[in-house]
């Protein structure tokens, strides 16, 4: 089965790769590495998916947040990769920030949201290795943002 076929199977639906809108670039190849920015948590309608967990938002709220976050991330991959997501021959890392109280200790079960999603779509090809990680802000004041490196063939 194809990566374009499991989206489908999972009834989703990639947003559109947007621009960045600051002085980055939004994916960058090195030899067979694909960087992908960090990704920001808005909902399927583009709306910003903002607030502090441990305040404002719970773990279960984070996890959606950082699932819209990888969703984001596979939209910037396919359109790195031409519309062609066979040039995928691994996910090597995920970072994830999590705009979260002082007290708050969960981040790694709300980055699992991207975590999750990467391995639905991808499978084995997905597995990766992670860093999650608790920062007092994010731009916009968003809940969740995840960058990535995936491998090309």
């Known amino acids: 089965m194809t990566f374009e076929n499991k989206i489908k199977e999972l009834g989703l639906v990639l947003p559109k790769a947007t621009p960045p809108v600051g002085s980055y670039v939004a994916t960058k190849v090195v030899g067979k590495l694909l960087y992908i920015s960090g990704?920001?948590?808005n909902d399927k309608n583009g709306k910003l998916i903002q607030g502090k967990l441990g305040k404002d938002l719970?773990?279960?709220d984070g996890y959606k947040a950082a699932e819209r976050?990888?969703?984001?991330?596979?939209?910037?991959?396919?359109h790195a990769c031409n519309n062609d997501l066979a040039r995928i021959k691994s996910c090597i890392k995920l970072t994830g920030f999590v705009n979260s109280t002082e007290d708050f200790i969960e981040q790694?079960?709300?980055?699992n949201g991207a975590s999750d999603m990467i391995a639905k779509?991808?499978?084995?090809v997905g597995m990766h290795t992670r860093a999650a990680v608790s920062v007092n802000s994010l731009p916009l004041g968003v809940a969740v943002e995840v960058d990535a490196i995936f491998e090309l063939v």
């Open 69 to 78: 976050c990888a969703l984001n991330i596979v939209a910037q991959v396919k």
């Open 108 to 111: 790694p079960k709300v980055v």
């Open 39 to 41: 990704q920001i948590s």
């Open 58 to 60: 719970k773990t279960e």
């Open 121 to 124: 779509i991808f499978g084995e």
